[in-house]
Nanobody, 114 residues
């Protein structure tokens, strides 16, 4: 079964860190660009970061640049999103996706609150 599964969400205080994981099964993700997206309460889903499938180029939206880092471990068939200096406005459901395959995970909830 071809799928992406996110994990690593939870409750964290402002200024804290979390690492999200996006594990692929049923296909090898090293050939595909993978992106992380966030849907905050009452807002539309937005793209945060992506990593290309061939040359490992990365992209970050301005609101997370310098705080979030995307990486991949091809041996584990997993893409990560390391999040630091978290803010309350980072709260939302985080999804990973393969735009090429039009494949989305089920999402993992991140809540940044004191």
């Amino acid at each position: 079964q071809v799928q992406l599964v996110e994990s690593g969400g939870g409750l964290v205080q402002p200024g804290g860190s979390l690492r999200l994981s996006c594990a692929a099964s049923g296909f090898t993700l090293d050939s595909y660009a993978i992106g992380w997206y966030r849907q905050a309460p009452g807002k539309e889903r937005e793209g945060l970061s992506c990593t290309s499938g061939t040359d490992d180029k990365t992209y970050y939206t301005n609101s997370v640049k310098g705080r979030f880092t995307i990486s991949r471990d091809n041996a584990k068939n997993t893409v990560y999103l390391q999040m630091r200096s978290l803010k309350p406005e980072d709260t939302g459901v985080y999804y990973c996706a393969s735009p090429h395959l039009d494949l989305w995970g089920q999402g993992t909830l991140v809540t940044v609150s004191s």
